[in-house]
T-cell receptor, first 120, second 109 residues
Framework: DAGVIQSPRHEVTEMGQEVTLRCKPI?????LFWYRQTMMRGLELLIYFNNNVPIDDSGMPEDRFSAKMPNASFSTLKIQPSEPRDSAVYFC??????????????????FGAGTRLSVL | GIQVEQSPPDLILQEGANSTLRCNFS?????LQWFHQNPWGQLINLFYIPSGTKQNGRLSATTVATERYSLLYISSSQTTDSGVYFCAPRDTGRRALTFGSGTRLQVQP
């Protein structure tokens, strides 16, 4: 399995520009998470999806941030307009949550390599 | 939400030494993961350990859920063990993990 794939790995942009980060979860996983890592706040959850539906977006900083999951194999995190304080590493993670007729899954989260965003 | 405290915040070891990292959490959990963030920033799964003890080579972990703590043991440390170790429990009300602030480990040759 290729694991969780994020793109781009690095993004440098100017203040005010739109930024789109992309994530492909592990095939078969039904939960997807976006986290952000900064020196000041550490690793914190932004939003997570279950079966493509946003469940908890309480960590999304403000209206400039939006996330979508149009299908089970793709998610985007968009920042518009971007600001210097958005500079951080953004991680995507996926897991197989228990549900339906499945045995209880371990719900282990696997992380992508992250996107390092710099907003100048 | 759940509060997570990791100690020590920083640790410097000589190669070959052993160490214990601690994670205290404030609420009941049904999932706890330990991660190693290497110097390139990658988050590597070490253990899924909501309770009990597991071992993987030179690393082992123990979680005592009733007392709300978890320990990560590193034996015979190597320079490649350097990086930041995160504890991330998940409380019973959420699916997402809550990360501690980490223990920054430096292993010197």
């Amino acid at each position: 399995d290729a694991g969780v794939i994020q793109s781009p790995r690095h993004e440098v942009t100017e203040m005010g520009q739109e930024v789109t980060l992309r994530c492909k979860p592990i095939s078969g996983h039904n939960s997807l998470f976006w986290y952000r890592q900064t020196m000041m706040r550490g690793l914190e959850l932004l939003i997570y999806f279950n079966n493509n539906v946003p469940i908890d977006d309480s960590g999304m900083p403000e209206d400039r941030f939006s996330a979508k999951m149009p299908n089970a194999s793709f998610s985007t995190l968009k920042i518009q307009p971007s600001e210097p304080r958005d500079s951080a590493v953004y991680f995507c993670a996926s897991s197989l949550a228990p549900g339906g007729g499945l045995r209880v899954a371990k719900n282990i989260q696997y992380f992508g390599a992250g996107t390092r965003l710099s907003v100048l | 939400g759940i509060q997570v405290e990791q100690s020590p915040p920083d640790l410097i070891l000589q190669e070959g030494a052993n160490s214990t990292l601690r994670c205290n959490f404030s609420d009941s959990v049904n999932n706890l993961q330990w991660f190693h963030q290497n110097p390139w920033g990658q988050l590597i799964n070490l253990f899924y350990i909501p309770s009990g003890t597991k071992q993987n080579g030179r690393l082992s972990a123990t979680t005592v859920a009733t007392e709300r703590y978890s320990l990560l043991y590193i034996s015979s440390s190597q320079t490649t063990d350097s990086g930041v170790y995160f504890c991330a429990p998940r409380d019973t009300g959420r699916r997402a993990l809550t990360f501690g602030s980490g223990t920054r480990l430096q292993v010197q040759p």
